[in-house]
């Protein structure tokens, strides 16, 4: 064949990439690794565990899976290192994640050779993308290590840090959560996953070569049992997870009520949205890109594809044509597009959703190509025409599988790009700035691309939102995961105030002015009865009777839910939002008298201890106010020719349990800052005090507060606690109580993987500013959304 035939026919030759380096090392080493701890490899006898070739199904090495002795063994060297690792300068830290950088850099084709070899993804992609971005990272947090001390001059390092990666990007994720972890200050036990251990251990040995202090690092193999192990050991600090939903439900679980700081990044069902307006070229290759890479085994895959009614057509039959030359095979062949599935376990699952999805009467369109005879192969595809909800439209496929659906307007794709329990990702594609911001905006997801699609940078945040997780990795959103605020001594463990909750009979009290003050609930800006239709008594320091107070149950929890949801518009305008809270301080202020009183009757401080609390509530109510249109985002440094965007949006619907300890101020230090950045409320006030909300009714309705911005449901905390937790409508809840309340409501949490901030069980000095209002407040509040946009030539 001459020259002109091939530019006729566009055929490849084979292009095969050598192994000859990556097999050496593997011989060399005998096939058979064991962990790595305290600076060096343990003995290899029990390795038991084949590490197969996904594409000929050649077993290219053994590993040892790690049970009790050897987990604690490796958290034992993590914690030994840790104090000496902490106190390094960010410079010395600095230094070591600069020497890995430079170390991957000189060995990049190594490492893109054994990573296509271990996972069965395509060398041009190894090569390209995988293990440049595994070097930026490193270059980066080495950036952030050194400005540590005046970045985060107020924060330290968490400790030992548990990590568990999977086997997708299995080095590119390794370095996404060692490089900040290290940066931090903090050492690591990291686990890979079983099928895809053997660049980890090249970084590994790469880490004995810089010198890098024993015990910084530990990697342990094994499968879920090993992972379980690091989970619930008690010596870790954090736990930062990527993989599957279901498996993140179960560590939040695992980690209720231990104190642990918890980052997940979890599954996904993205949408990709093609408008009538878009480049549908462009939009075709946005497809490659992010469904077949890496043979669709990305999280953050836009299996969704949303056309616009009027193109869907052209866009379908132009996608089957770009569909039927995605070359796939051997994934060291350099002319190979996709490579193979990572094991025999992962293609039965693809090939069990998609004989489920024919069985419900779905039609799936695969590319004609010739599959190799071994290896696990499986050719793209997509659903011309899925229902939303059909089981291959909301479960995530994890393979080169698209489904698509078409839509009328912006406000369907908005609707159907929504209709998922994930939020990870979104693509957008339209020639209209307008219509693509209008969308990027209204979808809920962490990650947003504008006419692009699967664009990472270790400077740009990345994260989900919903079941997708939370947490972010990447940039100063990611660094800041792995420290915490340095703070005083723990306050003392919650003793929550003795209140009898026993529904009032009709012969409690005996005054009959409790008749015309008996309180009710505050639900969507108006006084509710609660739905059982019962009271409960609130008595003063000396057991005297004050008052009744509603004793609310599910039914008005749910209500308060629902008023919430409707007031979504709240979100909308930040310097609204600032007046309205200086509304609220001008109205506290003028009934400030009133509240001093109360305080005192209620709780039995003294007058001027009554008045200092009024005044502190109305200095933080001027503080968050200051701060509503003031909590920016970011434009990051990343890619040439775009703009990064990293905006700050509420997390939703909030559920919060008041302390008992200076209930007015203790009520409004956890309400302000949540609807200051634009959430929504369902509080629950101190039920031993749960008078001092009454008088908040009136505060509000006379400070322009839209009904259903702030619900404030009375009655037993643990009780309404639950109620919240087990609520799919909630996304997120602070609650502040017992330590055994505390636990119950992150356990609960599990469900939806609301986002959950509790005290630990620890009391806390609401009237000291340092520890009772400030960034973190601001920061759980809030949650990140990152945009990509296009920008310049």
């Not at 995961?481 to 703070?487: I, W």
Request: aromatic content about 8%.
């Amino acid at each position: 064949m001459n020259i002109k035939d091939i530019m006729q026919t566009m055929d490849y030759g084979p292009a095969p990439e050598a192994t000859t380096d990556v097999v050496a090392w593997l011989e060399a080493r005998g096939r058979s690794f064991g962990h790595f701890i305290n600076g060096s490899f343990t003995d290899a006898k029990k390795a038991d565990i084949a590490v197969e070739n996904p594409a000929n199904g050649e077993v290219l090495a053994h590993i040892p899976a790690a049970g009790e002795d050897e987990v604690n063994a490796a958290v034992a060297a993590a914690a030994k290192a840790f104090p000496a690792w902490s106190k390094l300068s960010g410079f010395e830290r600095s230094r070591y994640l600069y020497a890995i950088a430079r170390q991957l850099q000189k060995r990049e084709r190594f490492f893109s050779v054994l990573e296509s070899l271990d996972n069965g993804k395509a060398i041009r992609e190894s090569r390209t993308a995988d293990i440049p971005l595994v070097i930026r990272h490193f270059y980066h947090h080495a950036g952030w290590a050194a400005a540590s001390e005046t970045e985060f001059a107020d924060h330290e390092a968490l400790g030992v840090c548990g990590q568990i990666i999977p086997w997708n990007f299995p080095l590119l994720m390794l370095a996404w959560k060692i490089a900040p972890a290290l940066a931090a200050g903090n050492t690591v036990v990291l686990k890979p996953a079983d099928l895809t251990p053997l660049t980890a251990i090249a970084f590994a040995e790469l880490l004995v070569e810089i010198g890098l202090p024993k015990g910084v690092v530990n990697i342990v193999h094994g499968g879920a049992e090993t992972g379980s192990l690091i989970v619930r050991h008690p010596d870790i600090a954090k736990i930062a997870f990527t993989g599957s939903t279901a498996v993140g439900r179960e560590i939040r679980r695992a980690t209720a009520g231990s104190g642990k700081k918890l980052s997940l990044e979890l599954g996904g069902k993205s949408p990709f949205i093609i408008c009538a307006d878009a480049d549908l070229d462009a939009a075709v290759e946005g497809v490659v890109d992010g469904v077949w890479f890496n043979q669709g085994e990305v999280c953050c895959a836009g299996s969704r594809l949303l056309v616009q009614e009027g193109i869907a057509d052209r866009f379908l039959a132009k996608l089957r044509e770009r569909m039927s030359h995605i070359r796939v095979g051997d994934p060291l062949d350099k002319t190979t597009d996709m490579g193979a599935i990572v094991s025999a376990g992962q293609k039965a699952r693809i090939e069990g959703l998609l004989q489920g999805a024919s069985a419900e009467g779905y039609q799936l369109e695969q590319a004609a190509c010739q599959l190799p005879e071994k290896g696990h192969y499986i050719a793209p595809g997509f659903f011309a025409e899925a229902d939303p909800a059909a089981t291959v439209s909301q479960v995530e496929i994890f393979g080169p599988i698209a489904v698509t659906t078409t839509f009328r307007t912006v406000d369907e794709a908005v609707e159907l790009a929504n209709n998922t329990a994930y939020g990870l990702s979104a693509s957008i594609w339209s020639e209209n700035i307008n219509a693509a911001t209008e969308l990027a905006a209204r979808v809920k997801a962490g990650v947003v691309w504008v006419n692009a699609t699967n664009m990472f940078d270790a400077n740009a945040p990345f994260g989900g939102m919903k079941e997708s997780g939370y947490g972010r990795e990447g940039a100063r959103e990611g660094m800041g995961g792995y420290l915490k605020r340095k703070a005083a001594k723990p306050g003392k463990p919650v003793k929550p105030s003795e209140t009898d909750f026993t529904a009032a009979t009709a012969t409690d009290g005996s005054s009959a002015d409790l008749v015309d003050r008996t309180m009710k609930n505050y639900v969507g800006g108006k006084q509710a009865r609660p739905d059982g239709g019962a009271s409960y008594i609130v008595r003063g320091p000396k057991g005297d009777v004050l008052g009744l107070a509603p004793l609310s149950n599910r039914k008005d929890v749910r209500n308060a839910v629902e008023a919430a949801l409707k007031a979504s518009s709240w979100a909308a305008n930040p310097h609204g939002r600032a007046q309205v809270i200086y509304f609220i301080a001008e109205n506290i202020s003028a009934r400030a008298d009133e509240l001093s009183a109360q305080l005192q009757t209620l709780t039995g401080v003294s007058k001027s201890q009554a008045e200092r609390e009024v005044r502190q509530t109305i200095e933080r109510c001027f503080y968050y106010a200051g701060l509503a249109d003031k909590d920016d985002g970011a434009i990051h440094a990343t890619k040439p020719r775009h703009l990064t965007l990293s905006l700050k949006e509420p997390v939703g619907v909030m559920g919060l349990l008041a302390p008992d300890e200076a209930p007015l101020l203790g009520l409004m230090s956890m309400i302000l800052p949540l609807i200051a950045t634009g959430n929504r409320v369902v509080a629950v006030p101190s039920g031993a005090h749960a008078l001092i909300a009454q008088p908040l009714f009136q505060v509000f309705d006379t400070s322009d507060l839209p009904g259903g911005v702030v619900n404030l449901v009375t009655g037993e905390r643990d009780v309404l606690a639950k109620t919240l937790g087990e609520h799919a409508a909630v996304d997120g809840i602070w609650y502040y109580g017992t330590a055994e309340g505390a636990a119950a409501v992150e356990t609960m949490s599990a469900g939806n993987l609301k986002q959950v901030w509790t005290n630990g069980g620890r009391l806390i000095d609401w009237s000291d500013d340092a520890a009772a209002r400030g960034r973190d407040f601001m920061d759980r509040a809030t949650q990140v959304k990152t945009i990509w946009v296009p920008y310049g030539a």
